[in-house]
């Protein structure tokens, strides 16, 4: 468009492409949102589907975090050997940074993926857990009825699960056996956190497509 200040924009050859990127990014974040509310606020006709809580929660979860990967994809950058390819993505990326002003300051949690491709390649994190630890990892949720003791002991073996759902701190614990580098194998995604970045994004975003259908 491009955003030249804050409330000036510029119309250009990009209009298109920014009409279409506004209208995935609307729909991918508000997707993002939806599945949010159905972990903190579950809705038993829907939980009825599932053979148990656990895999409810799974469902939802990991669609956000392939929902983030998307969201992601259209403002980090990520090598290719393909340098014409390359280049467009560096230019729309430029684009989209400067008219949703976005910062990884500012959203930190999508701004990164590492939780999407623990869940994206889970099957090789859960074959490093049988082979060194002898046991089947996978995905754990605490529930706030849950054993303290079992808790504690969840918390204290990370390293027996890929990733743990916690319902009483509304936090992800994840545990990446390939990660590289000191401290790198474990971190936490805060979801109040992740939920006021979506929210904050989506206010951008929707401020751009009313731009769009009011002026052009």
Known sequence: MPLAANGLFLKTADYTY????????KYIIRSALIALNH????????IDEFPNFVQYYRFYLDHIFYLLGQINDRFIEKWTKDDE??????????????????TEDEFAIISKKNHRNLIEH???RNLSIIKDKHIVGGFNVIFPDSDRGLVESVKQNREYYPYILDLIENKVYFYDSQA??????????????????????EQRVNNIDQFLQDVF
């Open 85 to 102: 390819l390359r280049e467009i993505k560096h230019e729309h990326i430029l684009l989209n940074r400067g008219n949703y002003r976005f």
């Open 18 to 25: 920014e009409v279409e990127v506004t209208y995935q990014l």
């Open 39 to 46: 972990i903190n606020s579950p809705k038993d006709f829907i």
């Open 180 to 201: 590289k580098g000191s401290g790198a194998s474990t971190f936490d995604i805060d979801l109040e956190q992740l939920k006021a970045e979506l929210l904050k994004l």
């Open 122 to 124: 889970l099957d090789e």
